[in-house]
């Protein structure tokens, strides 16, 4: 801001040096009159890619994307040390086979076995069971003729309760493990497949998070960051934390201009307003551009006196240059005012008196005439009110 200020002082100084003599006349014409307002700003991108580590835990860098350098969607930019990565996704592969493997053999081969053993085994029971009951019934049939006695029937009940109750015991065996043992086993088999499967995904993610590409076009820049007790950019060998941030990717084809405006100027300045940006760098390089949006609240600004307020703006680049870099200070010249047919008086003729500006007018040039000025370029105001083209005035 200071240097605009010496700007328009040395530009003013310079139209006051060659004021025309006393008694000098001009005639008043009709013309275009457009204003200036000049503002320090700073370009950036509308789109700026961060690019940080997704890699768990920390990463070593073994190749980056030269700084500068421009990138396409899909492109390399970093490619982290995936050693460890690569022999862990091995033993987790082989976890993984393994569980799969128990599941399927749980499933299709061990309970189906155990459960036809446990039929086998009931059928047997029951086999041997209907024999004994049979065997009992016949006996009773022959105590009334006395051709057994009363202990070997009770001997052979409690030889068929003694099977009754190995019957029972198995039936009750058969439901537990098909309701119960069999399906919690393969929950848990299933479980550790899950789990191995899940690791075994992640594994494959964090291997395909050592390598990162470009999510979009740009421009590779490098942003500091602390690495081994240094603040400065990263290079190969550097270790990476995640979700730390590294690198950018400003879109240098869609640029804006970030501009503060003063309080007291923010007449000067609205949407839609024509812009004309001139890189510090290239101050033969003239950009257009458009004022998009005014700032809705006022802020303060580093560095500046906590009492001043500003408006932030923002200006839409209507073209671009492949010189241009994200962050360079820019001049951003906002058209304020614009007329085809303003009434133009020189500022040369123009005197304050009582306050008041007035002219000479060559009719009667001893007596001040009012007039009433609206905007200004660095040479002439325009007359609202007292002068009319054609009007000739005089330098006091």
């Not at 029937?153 to 029972?168: F, G, P, S, Y």
């Not at 002219?359 to 007039?371: D, G, I, N, Y």
């Amino acid at each position: 801001m200071k240097h605009c200020v010496f700007l328009l002082a040395a530009l003013l100084l310079a139209s006051c040096s060659r004021a025309p003599a006393p008694g000098a006349a001009h005639t008043i014409e009709a013309g275009p009159l457009a204003v200036w307002s000049v503002y320090p700003g700073k370009l950036e991108s509308r789109r700026v890619e961060i690019i940080m580590s997704k890699f768990q835990g920390t990463a070593t860098i073994v190749e980056l994307a030269p700084e500068g350098q421009p990138v396409r969607a899909g492109d390399l930019l970093v490619r982290f040390d995936s050693s460890q990565v690569e022999r862990d996704l091995l033993k987790l592969q082989r976890d993984y086979q393994l569980a799969r493997s128990d599941l399927e053999r749980l499933e299709k081969a061990e309970q189906p076995l155990e459960l036809r053993d446990l039929e086998a085994q009931r059928l047997e029971a029951q086999t041997a069971y209907e024999a004994e009951r049979r065997y009992l019934e016949d006996s009773r049939a022959l105590l009334a003729e006395e051709l057994v006695s009363e202990q070997e029937i009770a001997q052979q009940q409690l030889k068929v309760e003694q099977l009754r109750a190995t019957l029972d015991k198995l039936d009750q065996r058969i439901a537990l493990t098909r309701d119960f043992l069999h399906p919690a086993a393969l929950e848990r088999a299933r479980a550790t497949l899950a789990t191995a499967e899940q690791e075994l995904a992640l594994a494959k993610r964090q291997l395909e998070n050592c390598v990162v590409h470009a999510p979009a076009d740009g421009v590779v820049v490098y942003r500091p960051l602390h690495v081994g007790g240094e603040f400065r950019t990263v290079r190969v060998g550097d270790t990476i934390f995640r979700n730390q941030p590294f690198m950018i990717l400003p879109d240098m084809s869609d640029l804006v201009i970030d501009i503060l405006i003063p309080e007291a100027e923010l007449a000067r300045v609205e949407p839609g307003r024509e812009a004309v940006v001139t890189p510090l760098s290239f101050p033969d390089l003239k950009l257009r551009g458009r004022v998009e949006t005014v700032g809705s609240m006022a802020t303060a600004a580093i560095e500046r006196p906590g009492w001043q307020r500003y408006f932030r703006t923002i200006i839409g680049l209507l073209e671009t240059d492949p010189r241009l870099r994200s962050g360079m200070s820019v001049q951003a010249e906002i058209l304020s005012y614009a007329a085809e047919q303003a009434v133009l008086l020189p500022r040369a003729y123009v005197r304050m008196e009582a306050g008041e500006p007035t002219v000479r007018l060559a009719a009667a040039p001893q007596k001040p005439h009012r007039v009433k000025l609206g905007w200004a370029d660095l040479r002439h105001f325009e007359a609202l009110e007292g002068l009319r083209p054609g009007d000739t005035v005089v330098q006091p």
